[in-house]
């Protein structure tokens, strides 16, 4: 099992730019897919992308982020990446990642995650 922190979240206007990070404690982070999630006030969370263990070859995105957003890993740096563009303010939530043995999991335990906020 891995415990993971995110960060780099914020405050930034419509169109604006922002990357998370999730960095992973705990060993064999690349045997584990990554999935980033999201949940915003009086929401459930929900997903948003997923990138598969390893070589991280296979991605998938939720429609209301595909094209705008890109989610990729570094595992000699036991990190994970959401780089999100042209951000909107129904983006504004907070960004949970979880490592999973099944691609576009959530079985892994939840950290604090980080707080996005877009004004428009």
């Known amino acids: 099992q891995v415990q993971l922190v995110e960060s780099g979240g914020g405050l930034v206007q419509a169109g604006g730019s922002l990357r998370l990070s999730c960095v992973a404690s705990?060993?064999?982070?690349?045997?584990?897919?990554v999935g980033w999630f999201r949940q915003a006030p009086g929401k459930e969370r929900e997903f948003v992308a997923a990138?598969?263990?390893?070589?991280?070859?296979?991605?998938n995105y939720a429609a209301s982020v595909k094209g705008r957003f890109t989610i990729s890993r570094d595992n000699d740096k036991n990190t994970a990446y959401l780089q999100m563009f042209d951000l909107k303010p129904e983006d504004t939530a907070v960004y949970y990642c979880n490592a999973d043995s099944v691609f576009g999991g959530a079985a892994g335990s939840w950290g604090q995650g980080t707080q996005v906020t877009v004004s428009s």
């Open positions: 990138i598969t263990r390893v070589d991280g070859t296979t991605t």
């Open positions: 705990g060993r064999n982070f690349y045997t584990y897919n």
